[in-house]
């Protein structure tokens, strides 16, 4: 039972240009939603994260969008650069409890100089 | 940003021997603190959830006599994989949550550590 799906596996976007990544849940209990960056054998590194009473969040080139009625939310990257080629991971939470994090399977990046 | 590290990054053991991986909140403190595994080319999969001071919380499916948890500080859970089997062979990582930030009625964000890759030959 997969909660949280990222269905596109791989995303290849040119140097300069929007990188637009999509994560949908099934859980209407999740109100918590992060996204985070990942290079091989290395950790996570947290990007960004978005409450559900909002439905926006920015921070420099990467902005989360949340739309809760979908259930969809999506990340977007501009202008995307090559070192944003990576793994980006979606997860989210629910409010109670220990608040651990239900991920998505990834979506590898790829900027093209 | 939170720092959290692991120790060792790699390890190779023998089939049947037990294997510590190490996980530390550098410059917060963390009540729970939590490890993942990812196998080649999936999601990262919550294995348990470690509290300190308490036992571990483990997910469906976790044999917890295998994979040993203690939270013995507010800054230290250590995983121990006891007698390991090729197929546990994998990338474990732990992240820690900041304890001041939880307490204070927020959404703590989990900080990762960079993980331990383990071959059991």
């Known amino acids: 039972d997969q909660q949280v799906k990222q269905n596109s596996p791989s995303l290849s976007v040119q140097e300069g240009r929007i990188s637009i990544l999509n994560c949908d849940y099934t859980n209407s209990m999740f109100d918590y939603f992060l996204w985070y960056k990942k290079y091989p054998a290395e950790g996570p590194t947290f990007l960004i994260s978005i409450s559900s009473i909002k439905d926006k969040n920015e921070d420099g080139r990467f902005t989360v969008f949340l739309n809760k009625s979908a259930k969809h939310l999506s990340l977007h990257i501009v202008p995307s650069q090559p070192g944003d080629s990576a793994v980006y991971f979606c997860?989210?939470?629910?409010?109670?409890?220990?608040?651990?994090?239900?991920f998505g399977q990834g979506t590898r990046l790829t900027i093209n100089p | 940003g939170a720092v959290v590290s692991q120790h060792p990054s790699r390890v190779i053991c023998k089939s049947g021997t037990s294997v510590k991986i190490e996980c530390r909140s550098l410059?917060?403190?963390?009540?729970?603190m939590f490890w993942y595994r990812q196998f080649p080319k999936k999601s990262l999969m919550l294995m348990a959830t470690?509290?300190?001071?308490?036992?571990?919380?483990?997910e469906q499916g976790v044999e917890k006599d295998k994979f040993l948890i203690n939270h013995a500080s507010l800054t230290l859970s250590t995983l121990t994989v006891t007698s390991a089997h090729p197929e546990d062979s994998s990338f474990y990582i732990c992240?820690?949550?900041?304890?001041?930030?939880?307490?204070?009625?927020?959404?703590?964000?989990?900080?990762f550590g960079p993980g331990t890759r383990l071959t059991v030959l």
């Open positions: 410059d917060f403190q963390a009540t729970t």
């Open positions: 470690s509290n300190e001071g308490s036992k571990a919380t483990y």
């Open positions: 992240s820690a949550r900041d304890w001041a930030v939880g307490l204070a009625g927020g959404r703590s964000t989990q900080y």
């Open positions: 997860a989210a939470s629910e409010a109670q409890g220990a608040q651990k994090l239900v």
